[in-house]
Structure formats: structure tokens, C-alpha cells
């Protein structure tokens, strides 16, 4: 798929920007780009070697807008699960609009897209510099979120009626899905209305992003908890410290942590299989460590060993995404049960932290990222840029396009240099059972 941006149109204002805060060298054109292959990494493409519709526009403010900021509003809506960062987004968004732009109209739209339903309730808050002065410090996010898709002609008669210019949408896969969806119907309509996305997913697997908002917070506060179950392991005769983290279908907190922490014994992840029984299985190997060292350490995302509980059918949530078993209580009643059948003492101690690590606020790092991308959505908008994301790509903010990140997920290469290193650090076999 082509990384082509869409735009309303000519841009025909002169950026506010030019005289307040940079000067023209600063600005950015179409034509710079950075180059979309994985394979070429760090490489910007340049107007003489010829600009491919695979290279990412580059994000940054334009010398010319499309809106005139006088007359411009625009909304943020944030949805899906917390994750640290939420409010930093936007408290960025919103002090870049009204400082830099001059736009004095920004609505903060109640739980997630129920917030574009009116008959659900939920009155827009209107956001000012002074509301929002002190929300980075805080986590989750004082708009609130919710889960599941709306029904999109009511969502765009809503946009209609608060005279919304620019919507930023912040959120993961189902979100995104959904911004392409409002922007599909404000285009059929003939409406000149932006919509940009702001990637948030805690387990950081959205694709064509060098990480997500949030993670490095998170993978942080699992650092804790691992150090935690470590001392609990330690502290008594077979002692095991189960942790269970964030990963529905990519390991990539699990691993961080992991790496980070350097407690862990056995790292088990969505993207490597793992089998509990046999001579190799994980159940006799964890025996085995236990007869050598007296303690182990497992860090499970939630998203491993989903196989292996066959019968848990749980459906799907209200964004449509199958609902996991525990693996977590899983491991923990199988690993309890195998050593008392044979009579060994064991002490394990199961830890699952994951609305605790969502929760915190952002990071010092994180709060530095969260502001740059949130600059860069406002100058996206601002230039009619639509039906796209901001994102970093080999160390360069960039615009792409919503259909490109929602065909697939990043995640862990079980051959790659990132599981190579967890299984060095663990020193848990390459393949479990």
C-alpha cells in the first residue's frame, strides 16, 4: 500500500508560526521524506534521487496552512484502554493549538467515541491552557475512554454541529480503523474536515513506529514488579515469582522487562510457543531449575500459551477483540499442581500488575515524546493534512496513513536480535517442550 497523505486542499494561509517561533528554514515541505523500507534504515530521501510513493512524509510545521486559525475549532477524543501518556497528548495538543496557533475552540470529547453520540450524554468539555495546565502529572485521562465503535453518520452530524475543523483521534488499531471510518464519511459528504491519529497501545505493536507513547513507562513500572517477585522467589525454599504483563499479541514489554531487570528465568511471549509437559516441557525444566538454583522467576504476557487453554472461550470484547484466558492463573494452578502430585515444597507467588503499570503517569521520556508527537498532530491538522497518524520512523517524526498501520501488528521476531538477547539474558531454552 502506497504511504500517500490525503489533504483538503491548497494551503493558502501563512503559518502563524512564521513570525512567533521559527524561522522559514525550519519548516517542512512534502517533498522531504524518510525512506519506508525496514531495510534501510535511517536513510531520508531527498528530491534528487527521486521520491517514491512509499516514503513518509516527513511531520513538522508548513510554511502555509489550510485553516485559518481565527476561525478554525477542533476536538480530541481518546479511547481504548489507559496507558500512560494519555494526558500528556492532550495537554500537548492543546497548548499547541491555542500558543502556537491561536485557536481558542478545542473540545475534549467525553468516553471515547460515545462522546460523538450526544444521545449517550456526554457534553463535550471545552479545554483551555489553564485546564489543563497540570494534567501530565496525573495518569489515565480526564477526558475519559471507552470501547467499541459508534455509528459513524451520527459521530460526523455531531462534528457538524460543534463546527469541529480538526479531530484528533488517539487510540490503538480499533480506533485508528475508526478515524478512517469518519474521514471516509466526512470525504463522501464533501466536508472539509481533518482527522489525525495519535497511535497509543501500551504493548507497543502498532507497525511503522520505532516504539509508542507509553511503553518505556511501562516496561519501567514492570521492571518493578519483576525486582519484586524476584525477592519473593529468593526469600523461601522454591520460591517462584510469577508475573504476568501486558501483550495480547506481541511480547514486547514482557521481553523489555525482561532485559531490564535481569531476574528473569523464563520470559514466555505471544510469538514462541511453549508446552508444559515433557521431559523439556516447562514444567519439568522449572523442576529442574528449582533442584539447581532453589528459586525461578517467570514473566508471562497475557497473550502466551492462549493454545494451550483450549477450552476457554471466551468471545470477544467490545471492540471486537477475542477475550484471552488467564494465563496467568493458568500457569500458576499447573505449576502448583505438577509439584504437588510430587510432593515437593513450593512456594510461588503470583503478581499480576497490569491496571497498575496502565495507570501511572508518563515518564520524564515519555513526557518529552508525548509533546512532540502532540506538536506534530497540530501541525498536521492545521495544514489539511487527513485520514493519517503521527508516528516515529527510524528517529524521525512522520505522517502515515491510517490504512497502512491497521493491515497488520508489529511484533517480536523469534529469529530477530530482540529475542536473541531475552534468551541470553534468561538463559531459558530455545524452544520449551
Given at each position: 500500500?502506497?504511504?500517500?497523505?490525503?489533504?483538503?486542499?491548497?494551503?493558502?494561509?501563512l503559518?502563524?508560526?512564521?513570525?512567533?517561533?521559527?524561522?522559514?528554514?525550519?519548516?517542512?515541505?512534502?517533498?522531504?521524506?524518510?525512506?519506508?523500507?525496514?531495510?534501510?534504515?535511517?536513510?531520508?530521501?531527498?528530491?534528487?534521487?527521486?521520491?517514491?510513493?512509499?516514503?513518509?512524509?516527513?511531520?513538522?510545521?508548513?510554511?502555509?496552512?489550510?485553516?485559518?486559525?481565527?476561525?478554525?475549532?477542533?476536538a480530541?477524543?481518546?479511547?481504548?484502554?489507559?496507558?500512560?501518556?494519555?494526558?500528556?497528548i492532550?495537554?500537548?495538543?492543546?497548548?499547541?493549538?491555542?500558543?502556537?496557533?491561536?485557536?481558542?475552540?478545542?473540545?475534549?470529547?467525553?468516553?471515547?467515541?460515545?462522546?460523538?453520540?450526544?444521545?449517550l450524554?456526554?457534553?463535550?468539555?471545552?479545554?483551555?491552557?489553564?485546564?489543563?495546565?497540570?494534567?501530565?502529572?496525573?495518569?489515565?485521562?480526564?477526558?475519559?475512554?471507552?470501547?467499541?465503535?459508534?455509528e459513524?453518520?451520527?459521530m460526523?452530524?455531531?462534528?457538524?454541529?460543534?463546527?469541529?475543523?480538526?479531530?484528533?483521534?488517539?487510540?490503538?488499531?480499533g480506533t485508528?480503523q475508526?478515524?478512517?471510518?469518519?474521514?471516509a464519511?466526512?470525504?463522501?459528504?464533501?466536508?472539509?474536515?481533518?482527522?489525525?491519529?495519535?497511535?497509543?497501545?501500551?504493548?507497543?505493536?502498532?507497525?511503522?513506529?520505532?516504539?509508542?507513547?507509553?511503553?518505556?513507562?511501562?516496561?519501567?513500572?514492570?521492571?518493578?514488579?519483576?525486582?519484586?517477585?524476584?525477592?519473593?522467589?529468593?526469600?523461601a525454599?522454591?520460591?517462584?515469582?510469577?508475573?504476568?504483563?501486558?501483550?495480547?499479541?506481541?511480547?514486547?514489554?514482557?521481553?523489555?522487562?525482561?532485559l531490564?531487570?535481569?531476574?528473569?528465568?523464563?520470559?514466555?511471549?505471544?510469538?514462541?510457543?511453549?508446552?508444559?509437559?515433557?521431559?523439556?516441557?516447562?514444567?519439568?525444566?522449572?523442576?529442574?531449575?528449582?533442584?539447581?538454583?532453589?528459586?525461578?522467576?517467570?514473566?508471562?504476557?497475557?497473550?502466551?500459551?492462549?493454545?494451550?487453554?483450549?477450552?476457554?472461550?471466551?468471545g470477544?470484547?467490545?471492540?471486537?477483540?477475542?477475550?484471552?484466558?488467564?494465563?496467568?492463573?493458568?500457569?500458576?494452578?499447573?505449576?502448583?499442581?505438577?509439584?504437588?502430585?510430587?510432593?515437593?515444597?513450593l512456594?510461588?507467588?503470583?503478581?499480576?500488575?497490569?491496571?497498575t503499570?496502565?495507570?501511572?503517569?508518563?515518564s520524564?521520556?515519555?513526557n518529552?515524546?508525548?509533546?512532540?508527537?502532540?506538536?506534530?498532530?497540530?501541525?498536521?491538522?492545521?495544514?489539511?493534512?487527513?485520514?493519517?497518524?503521527?508516528?516515529?520512523?527510524?528517529g524521525?517524526?512522520?505522517?502515515?496513513?491510517?490504512?497502512?498501520?491497521?493491515?497488520?501488528?508489529?511484533?517480536?521476531?523469534?529469529?530477530?536480535?530482540?529475542?536473541?538477547?531475552?534468551?541470553?539474558c534468561?538463559?531459558?531454552?530455545?524452544?520449551?517442550?
Amino acid at each position: 500500500m502506497e504511504a500517500i497523505i490525503e489533504s483538503l486542499g491548497e494551503c493558502q494561509f501563512l503559518s502563524p508560526l512564521r513570525h512567533r517561533h521559527i524561522g522559514w528554514e525550519k519548516f517542512r515541505t512534502d517533498e522531504h521524506r524518510v525512506v519506508h523500507d525496514d531495510s534501510i534504515k535511517g536513510v531520508r530521501a531527498t528530491i534528487e534521487r527521486g521520491l517514491s510513493p512509499l516514503d513518509f512524509e516527513t511531520a513538522g510545521p508548513r510554511e502555509k496552512i489550510y485553516f485559518d486559525p481565527a476561525k478554525t475549532s477542533a476536538a480530541i477524543v481518546t479511547c481504548g484502554g489507559l496507558c500512560p501518556g494519555l494526558n500528556d497528548i492532550i495537554r500537548g495538543i492543546v497548548m499547541e493549538l491555542y500558543h502556537r496557533y491561536g485557536v481558542a475552540r478545542i473540545f475534549g470529547l467525553r468516553y471515547g467515541y460515545e462522546g460523538l453520540v450526544p444521545r449517550l450524554g456526554h457534553v463535550p468539555l471545552e479545554l483551555r491552557p489553564e485546564s489543563v495546565s497540570t494534567i501530565h502529572t496525573f495518569g489515565g485521562t480526564i477526558l475519559g475512554s471507552s470501547r467499541g465503535p459508534q455509528e459513524v453518520g451520527e459521530m460526523v452530524d455531531h462534528l457538524e454541529e460543534l463546527d469541529v475543523n480538526v479531530l484528533f483521534v488517539v487510540g490503538g488499531d480499533g480506533t485508528l480503523q475508526g478515524g478512517a471510518r469518519i474521514n471516509a464519511e466526512i470525504r463522501r459528504r464533501g466536508l472539509k474536515k481533518s482527522v489525525i491519529g495519535i497511535p497509543k497501545t501500551i504493548d507497543n505493536d502498532i507497525m511503522y513506529l520505532d516504539k509508542s507513547f507509553g511503553f518505556d513507562t511501562a516496561f519501567a513500572e514492570a521492571v518493578k514488579v519483576v525486582a519484586c517477585a524476584h525477592v519473593e522467589a529468593v526469600g523461601a525454599m522454591n520460591g517462584i515469582g510469577l508475573v504476568k504483563l501486558m501483550g495480547r499479541h506481541s511480547g514486547f514489554i514482557a521481553c523489555y522487562a525482561a532485559l531490564a531487570s535481569q531476574h528473569v528465568n523464563y520470559c514466555l511471549i505471544p510469538e514462541v510457543a511453549f508446552r508444559l509437559d515433557g521431559p523439556s516441557g516447562l514444567l519439568e525444566t522449572l523442576r529442574y531449575r528449582l533442584a539447581q538454583r532453589r528459586h525461578a522467576v517467570i514473566v508471562v504476557a497475557e497473550g502466551a500459551g492462549q493454545d494451550l487453554m483450549d477450552g476457554d472461550l471466551l468471545g470477544t470484547d467490545a471492540s471486537g477483540n477475542r477475550r484471552l484466558g488467564n494465563i496467568g492463573e493458568f500457569l500458576k494452578d499447573k505449576v502448583t499442581e505438577f509439584f504437588k502430585n510430587r510432593r515437593i515444597e513450593l512456594n510461588l507467588k503470583y503478581i499480576d500488575p497490569s491496571y497498575t503499570i496502565r495507570s501511572v503517569p508518563a515518564s520524564a521520556q515519555d513526557n518529552v515524546y508525548c509533546l512532540r508527537l502532540a506538536q506534530n498532530a497540530v501541525h498536521a491538522g492545521m495544514a489539511g493534512k487527513t485520514n493519517m497518524l503521527i508516528g516515529q520512523w527510524h528517529g524521525t517524526f512522520v505522517h502515515i496513513p491510517f490504512g497502512l498501520v491497521t493491515k497488520g501488528r508489529r511484533r517480536v521476531e523469534p529469529t530477530g536480535e530482540l529475542w536473541q538477547a531475552v534468551l541470553e539474558c534468561t538463559g531459558q531454552p530455545v524452544r520449551i517442550g
